[in-house]
């Protein structure tokens, strides 16, 4: 045990009588005595170690927090009092004290506690080196938290509610805009004996739903980690300019008759690398607030340039990078912004707009989006002047190459599908589509409907396509059943979300592929011709980033 210090050793003399007429002295107060009482009443256990993490002192709040004696205690090694999981990264904290080299003399962590019985609790340890006659200890103040940590965990969750319910409120919103533009060119397909109007009508829903789609995954991204997953792999050089003009005439159809679109693009502009499906919809995002602030009316520009900040400005505008950048100005003339709702616009859930349905994401998720490409966003306002939206993308070499478009190609093929969904939209129109391009399908509204398809087709049945999410006998149970049935088989999951453990275990059963919906005709037809002509001894192919990083956040 470590020798304490004897407070009445150092106490001081008493100070002399004061002087006939003076004023008195302050009562005197036993040192000694109040250092006692404080030790024996401080609810914060104080534990000190040696070099080889031996407990030599354990004072009577560590008893009481450890539910362990002193006399039990002492001699035995801290980390012992440490969950097993966090214990190596515990030890390499208390080594980092005894060192010769960049010692520790004080630092702070927090970690779960192991009691006597085996009951962890939650504590806040302070750490404080002090010499001794033969080297150094370490003192730890230990500090039990784990009420606290359950009452914040209890605030986390209401918070948590509050904002499920508010992205909520934004789905129906973006939804809801997506829906009304999906139903209008349907009438309009209706009205027209125009083919080339018909084929025009046919790309914008398409287009739609791929937005509908980007949009959900934007939104997964945000609940997950308070913005989307960072996606390398989607990453390809883009001409600005090129999109630009791509996106007009989208937007001139989607914006309205009372607003002029001005495209302002600069020649030989630099190419950047971007997500295009997360480009279209930052950009949508922003001329869409445009679009509000211009209720009358107006002009939105669309303006494209070379950028590169000089000292002043990455001085005044900290986080913006550095070197060459290609600049886009969305610029409206609508009425503006005050001071005080400038400095707002990019919180969560800001927004002028409640009383419309809006919720105050859209330029959260823009300023996101940007961030992830490495770039910076900046909003210039005044009330009655207008808004310019500026966004800096990093530039390319100038050898780099705009990247081809993906050629998408429907693949016939023959055989027997099954196809299992809860859904009868997507049953109908799958079953339409792969029976219009060679395939022989049967359909099943579930998981008990399709394991008993299965069994009585089971070696007519060259794939089975299944949902995961069902109510009743779920995607991975009607799977394990009719991998029993024919462990062969093979299958490729349909999902838009799932849970994660069930999706590993899927993979681990032999399920051969996974697509997200919304996903196109190409998409699927694709899919579906390598897995049936790969060989039967071939596993299961790797998941990519993508899946990956949903799977560890269990959005997939």
Known sequence: MVDMPDIKKHAPAPAPPPAAGGPPSPPSIDRSALG??????????????????????????AARMFRVSEEQAIGDRIDHFVAETQREAFVKVLGRFFEKENALTRTALEVTAIRGQGTPIRCEIQLTSFPVRDGLQVMGLFRDVTERRKAAQKLHEAQKMEVIDRLAGEVAHDVNNLLVSVQGYAELMKQTTNDADREQYVKDIEGLVRKGGAL?????????????????????????NASIIRLREFLLRAIGGNIVIEPKLTD???LINADL???????????????DAMPDGGVLSLETSAFTADAE???????MPSGQLVQLCVRDTGKGMPEEVLRKVFEPFFTTKSDQGGAGLGLTLVYKTVKNHGGYVAVESEPGKGTAVRIYFPALSADAKPAAPAEEKVVRGTGTILV???????LETTSKLLGGIGYTVYTASGGEEGVKIFDVRRDEIALVLVDMKMPGKSG???????????????????????????????????????????????ALSGLIDRVLNESPSVAAPPMDDRFLAELEQGSV
């Open 313 to 319: 400005h990455l001085r005044t505008h900290p986080g």
């Open 268 to 270: 030989n502009l630099p």
């Open 476 to 522: 991975l149970e009607a799977f394990q059943e009719m991998k029993n049935m024919r462990p062969g088989v093979r299958a490729i999951l349909m999902t838009g979300y799932s849970i994660r453990g069930d999706t590993d275990a899927m993979f681990r059963l032999g399920l051969k592929a996974y697509l997200l919906k919304p996903f196109t005709l190409a």
């Open 420 to 426: 299992v969904d809860d859904e009868p939209p997507v």
């Open 216 to 240: 959900m995954r934007d939104l997964r991204g945000f609940a997950r980690a308070g913005g989307r997953a960072d996606d390398k792999s989607k990453l390809a050089p883009v001409d600005l």
């Open 36 to 61: 006692n009482h404080l030790y024996a009443v401080c609810k914060d256990a104080v534990v000190a170690i040696d070099a080889k993490l031996q407990i030599l002192h354990f004072s009577p709040a």
């Open 277 to 291: 499906d997360q480009f279209d919809k930052a950009i949508m995002d922003v001329c869409i607030n445009a679009r």
